[in-house]
């Protein structure tokens, strides 16, 4: 069973290990690995400016996402009253068991929660089993963004009823 809980401090190394095994295997796609993989590598740091949520599996972390909220310091091709969601991870061995989809409507309830009409996030094509689970959710593209590391990368939306 799939516990989702906030963050804690002591959640940290498990957060920051999880996100570097979620994104290994595009090490050989983003023009600078090292540096992508030093960001990536402290994806706990994103608990300075939003909320880190854990998904947990027999007391042990499988996936995380960090929602930032409304007026919350984010990237400009973000507009600033939209709730965001970064770096959605989930383990290699716990994926297709619907963790990404329950951490992300977590972040979409908590949009809902803070008042927000619209719901934003990044991603990119090479996500393959992200974006079709977003545009699933009802996402759908807004804008490009900058290349992260020779990545393209993209904005999507959706919009919340209430």
Known sequence: MTILRDFQQGDTMQVNALALDAFEQFKDVYLDWPAFQAK???????ADVGEIIVAEVGGQIVGAVAYIGPS????NFFRPEWPIMRMLVVAPNSRGLGIGRAL???CIHRAQ???ASVFALHTSKLM???MPMYQRMGFSWVSHTPEIH????SVYVKELNG
């Open 128 to 130: 393959e089993v992200a």
């Open 72 to 75: 919350a310091p984010k990237a």
């Open 104 to 106: 992300a409507e977590e």
């Open 40 to 46: 990536i590598g402290n994806m706990s740091a994103l």
């Open 150 to 153: 020779g990545v393209e990368y």
């Open 113 to 115: 929660r803070d008042g």
